[in-house]
């Protein structure tokens, strides 16, 4: 089991930027599939972006793609998620999740059921 920690959230106007970032634990953070998600009051955690170990590959819901990128830092054992032109609708707490069970590099994991492990949370608020 690894240790996830989100940060980076908080209380921003629309068109503003954030820059979430999750440190994952572990020593072999580079076989990890990691990606982010978000939830709101009532509704199903929705997963956002993704990378694949190799980070050659990546995932975006269709309603951040243009706006959002997912990357990582192996020697960090950070990815991170860059969030630019925040909308309403982008508020949520946003999660950060790992599967850390050496799966094959190149594939992307966007199913909740598909990762092993999962941080805290981190609210982003976007007000008018």
């Known amino acids: 089991q690894v240790q996830l920690v989100e940060s980076g959230g908080g209380l921003v106007q629309a068109g503003d930027s954030l820059r979430l970032s999750c440190t994952v634990s572990?020593?072999?953070?580079?076989?990890?599939?990691v990606g982010w998600f978000r939830q709101t009051p009532g509704k199903e955690r929705q997963s956002v972006a993704a990378?694949?170990?190799?980070?050659?590959?990546?995932y975006y819901v269709d309603s951040v793609k243009g706006r959002f990128t997912i990357s990582r830092d192996n020697a960090r054992n950070t990815v991170y998620l860059q969030m630019n032109s925040l909308n309403l609708e982008d508020t949520a707490v946003y999660f950060c999740?790992?599967?850390?069970?050496?799966?094959?590099?190149?594939?992307?994991?966007?199913?909740?059921?598909?990762?092993?492990?999962w941080g805290q949370g981190t609210q982003v608020t976007v007000s008018s």
């Open positions: 990378i694949s170990a190799d980070a050659a590959h990546t």
């Open positions: 572990g020593r072999t953070f580079s076989t990890y599939h």
């Open positions: 999740a790992a599967n850390v069970l050496r799966l094959p590099a190149a594939i992307v994991l966007t199913a909740r059921r598909d990762y092993t492990d």
